[in-house]
């Protein structure tokens, strides 16, 4: 499918596709391999999904970088992270644990700082056939504990469970030397911060010096890292999330251009006309009727 509606989808543990098995257990979801995915849609995850591909092929962008998903492949979509499926396999097959970040802290020994800042540099990570193995058998087992629910103590034995699961790819990644020093790390980092503040206030400011300051950055330092890490600028980015919300108001409301102008801080609707046509190539009357 090709996804024509640009705004960007929060994938939540209330929206996210399950089997029909209820459960009593708070902030875990066992999702099925059915997830509506389309093609160049933008989604942000309010939450950890963890997919283990067995089958099948596709291709995401994570922050704007590609990564291919094939057989003996560990993904991880980390909350903040702005997702775009680019290929997405009819036969794709993927085991997927979903958790909030509550549930996480559970396990915080297990995951420290260094962990997931490598998770984050490698969302994508291709691991042997035999600990592929390992974290498949968890994962079944996992599944068949939260089936089962009148099981006494069905919680505590599929967070244990669960442990050795996360202690199982903890030491995957402890074992990964990832090819960056301590300067590309906080980069990447400050690219994040960047990417969570223009989610909250793209409607409303649209100057890299706001965000800058909000990082207490420079803006030519800012507008730098956000080029190395992306190859896009901060410019473009805050443009491109105006431009998103712009064309989801005009196809998905009745709000009119004066409107929808007000509501991303244009002074004007001719101002609004203009950035969008130089965008997007239409004006907005001409985008709506489209």
């Given at each position: 499918m090709n996804g024509q509606d640009e705004k960007i989808h929060k994938i939540t543990l209330s929206n996210y596709p399950v089997s029909n098995t209820e459960t009593t257990i708070k902030n875990l979801l066992i999702p099925d391999n059915s997830f509506p995915v389309v093609i160049h849609q933008l989604y942000i995850v309010e939450g950890i999904i963890i997919c283990i591909c067995k089958?099948?092929?596709?291709?995401?962008?994570?922050?704007?970088?590609e990564h291919e998903i094939v057989p003996d492949k560990i993904i991880f979509f980390m909350p903040g992270q702005v997702i775009e499926p680019l290929v997405w396999g009819e036969n794709i097959k993927l085991q997927s644990l979903f958790f909030s970040i509550d549930f996480l802290l559970e396990f915080n020994p297990v995951f420290d700082i260094k962990t997931i800042n490598k998770i984050r540099n490698i969302p994508c990570l291709s691991i042997s056939k035999d600990i592929i193995h390992n974290l498949s058998d968890f994962h079944s087992l996992i599944v068949k504990y939260y089936e089962k629910d009148t099981h006494i103590f069905?919680?505590?034995?599929?967070?244990?469970?669960?442990?050795?699961?996360?202690?199982?790819?903890a030491g995957i990644y402890y074992s990964v030397e990832i090819e960056k020093n301590f300067v590309s790390i906080r980069k990447d980092e400050l690219y994040n911060k960047f990417i969570q503040l223009l989610l909250k206030f793209h409607?409303?400011?649209?100057?890299?010096?706001?965000?800058?300051?909000?990082?207490?950055?420079?803006p030519k330092y800012l507008s730098k890292i956000i080029k190395d890490i992306s190859g896009v600028s901060a410019t473009e980015w805050i443009n491109?999330?105006?431009?998103?919300?712009?064309?989801?108001?005009?196809?998905?409301?009745?709000?009119t251009v004066l409107q929808i102008s007000e509501e991303l801080n244009f002074p004007n609707p001719s101002f609004f006309s203009k950035f969008f046509k130089k965008n997007r190539g239409l004006s907005p009357i001409e985008y709506r009727k489209k």
């Open positions: 089958e099948g092929r596709g291709k995401v962008k994570i922050n704007m970088n069905q919680e505590k034995i599929i967070k244990t469970i669960l442990l050795a699961f996360l202690t199982e790819l409607k409303k400011e649209r100057s890299v010096g706001f965000y800058a300051e909000k990082m207490f950055l420079t491109r999330m105006v431009m998103i919300t712009a064309k989801n108001l005009l196809k998905t409301s009745n709000l």
